[in-house]
């Protein structure tokens, strides 16, 4: 009977290790190799909205850049140069977007009296890297770029730093954990913190909804990729950054939570802004504001002094 018994938990044992590892993996699959859209149907999309100008892209003054990560591989930029000044914005995309979904906001940083870069985070569009962080690795590549554009353009020159979704955890995290070169920072819709985020989205998309699921994916992530979501943690870098910041949400957003965006506000010291837009869902806060975005943009760099 003993005997039995030891051998039903080895059976019951191996069947959830099993299940654990398959989960496991299945969760840091769809993390690190999460789909990226379509080249060709980020083009259409921005281009049918009217948020591409092809013939502006194309006339435009710009300079083709590959810049190389620190993490291995090269990163592919555009300066776009509309404007004859030495200011300059580098804009973030979001996850699974590419430097397309970036011209709108060099379009809207134009008006402002803004050359801009865009450029494709690891593993979107045409950069390297085998893997998307969420903002750990990516802050790395995105030093790299401001160290890249500070030498074009000179010590002296104001440089901003835009970032949407990823791309603002991305922003934030650059601004609280390096010796950072830039001189503001625009936030719009970033998680503060990618274990509450993560912990959202599995109990959002996956059967297994328990915090012990975020233990196990954690494992998983730091085996596959060397580190857990606790290192991606925007919220832990806001006491380090004395910039100032635009913090920028939708209240319609059900993917990051606007609440993140609150918390962030709060805990950021000194020089800061928020704007939370009624209409938007996660990331659209420019496309169904585009007026008063650009206003609230306005204003916050007069407030502050950076125009």
């Known amino acids: 009977m003993k005997r039995r018994l030891i051998y039903i938990s080895g059976i019951i ?23 990226i859209k379509d ?29 190389p990560s620190p993490n291995g591989y090269n990163l592919r930029a555009i300066f776009l140069r509309p404007l004859d000044t030495t200011r300059t914005v580098v804009i973030c995309h979001g996850v699974t977007e590419n430097k397309v979904n970036s011209i709108k906001y060099a379009r809207l940083f134009e008006r402002l009296g803004f050359n801009s870069v865009i450029f494709d985070h690891r593993r979107h569009g045409d950069s390297g890297g085998k893997t998307t962080s969420f903002g750990f690795y990516e802050k790395m590549d995105l030093k ?21 979704s990823m791309g603002a955890a991305t922003t934030l995290l650059y601004a609280g954990t390096y010796e950072d070169q830039a ?44 580190y857990t979501s606790a290192a991606v943690s925007p919220r832990e870098v806001m006491k380090f950054i004395d910039k ?11 993917f990051i939570l606007p609440h993140m965006t609150e918390e962030l506000y709060e805990l950021k010291e000194g020089d800061k802004m928020m ?19 650009l206003r609230t943009v306005q204003t916050f760099l007069h407030r502050f002094h950076l125009c």
């Open 39 to 67: 080249s060709e149907f980020i083009l259409q999309r921005e281009t049918i909205a009217k948020r591409f100008d092809r013939q502006w892209f194309e006339t435009v003054r710009k300079d083709n850049m590959w810049i």
């Open 183 to 226: 001189d503001f920072y625009i936030s719009d819709c970033p998680f503060s913190d990618f274990s509450e985020q993560l912990l959202h989205i599995i109990r959002t998309e996956f059967p297994f909804k328990t915090s012990m699921s975020l233990r196990v994916a954690n494992l998983f992530l730091k085996i596959r990729d060397g």
């Open 275 to 293: 704007k939370l837009f009624e209409k938007g869902a996660h990331a659209k806060s420019y496309n169904d504001n585009p007026e008063q975005y």
């Open 144 to 164: 790299e770029v401001v160290s890249a554009v500070r030498k074009r353009v000179g010590k002296r020159a104001l440089i901003g730093i835009h970032g949407e």
């Open 244 to 254: 100032p910041v635009l913090f920028i949400h939708s209240m319609e957003d059900t």
């Open 13 to 35: 044992s191996s069947v959830i290790a099993s299940i654990l590892t398959i989960f496991g993996f299945l969760v840091t699959n769809q993390l690190m190799y999460l789909k």
